[in-house]
């Protein structure tokens, strides 16, 4: 049986892992100004989040079209492939799951649609390391066993330098809450299950990068290991060299993709990591 693999642009996939692989990303969409473009396609992060403080209204988001999922599934189909697993950011979050639900309705068994509870690298090591065990020759129910493995383990935090992102999301309840008390403070958060869990909050940049890295190191060894940034690479690369030597195999830097940096803002810094199993 060939599996095939789908996930959005949220993912953040790499481009050349996506292309080893041959994992189908589908683009979510950032909306700016009346207009929408393409996540990963129509929008340099870089620019991006360089014009992003100066966005008035700030951007929104929108999941991809049920149509643009089906297509996607169609076409895997007709290339051969006969199981498709197509992993997405949590329902709780998008309306990402729910338009890949519905469109793979139209495929009988042929396409599993699964929620990954999480975002960014979050998302892509479950799909990755299902696209790498598929590629060894794991069938598929050693596939699915690996994801839930991973869906279980994996942890995704940053560093924030403002809550003022978060908050203007309307995804995060406690951010309007705390709003008043950390408005001057760097917010340290976690995502777990589809929730945005608040960490603590650092006065300086040097101490939330402190408290970042000791989080880190609390998760114990780790299968993978990505740094996460938005658009603050000098920091991020810097952060690379301090944590590299706690993964097994070398950790992917990431400048995280429009659709997520929309509601978390520039100059995050953060982590997604498998911790080995126990």
Request: with cysteine; aromatic share 6%; glycine share 8%.
């Amino acid at each position: 049986m060939k599996m095939g693999f789908v996930t959005d642009s949220t993912a953040d996939v790499p481009a050349e892992v996506a292309r080893q692989y041959g994992i189908e990303v589908v683009p979510a969409l950032v909306n700016i100004a009346g207009k929408s473009y393409a996540d990963g396609v129509e929008l340099s992060r870089e620019d991006f989040y360089t014009r992003l403080p100066g966005l008035k209204p700030l951007p929104t988001t929108s999941a991809p079209s049920v149509g643009s999922f089906r297509v996607c599934y169609e076409t895997l189909l007709k290339s051969g492939v006969d199981q498709i697993l197509s992993i997405h950011l949590p329902n709780a979050l998008s309306g990402t799951y729910n338009a890949a639900r519905l469109a793979a309705q139209d495929f009988s068994q042929q396409v599993k649609v699964l929620d990954s509870g999480q975002l960014s690298l979050g998302v892509g090591f479950q799909v990755i390391l299902a696209a790498e065990a598929a590629a060894r020759g794991a069938i598929l129910d050693e596939v699915l066993a690996l994801v839930e493995s991973i869906r279980q383990r994996v942890r995704v935090a940053a560093l924030l330098e403002s809550i003022e992102y978060v908050r203007r999301s309307g995804r995060v309840s406690w951010a309007t809450a705390m709003i008043g008390g950390i408005l001057r403070l760097q917010p340290l958060v976690e995502l777990r299950y589809g929730l945005v869990h608040r960490l603590g909050q650092a006065r300086t940049r040097l101490q939330g990068v402190e408290r970042l890295v000791e989080t880190l190191h609390s998760w114990g060894p780790l299968e993978r290991l990505a740094v996460l940034h938005t658009n603050a690479e000098a920091a991020a690369r810097q952060l690379l060299e301090e944590v590299k030597s706690l993964a097994a195999v070398p950790p992917l830097l990431v400048n995280v993709t429009t659709a997520v940096g929309t509601h978390v803002g520039p100059n995050g810094l953060g982590f997604a990591a498998v911790p080995v199993a126990r």
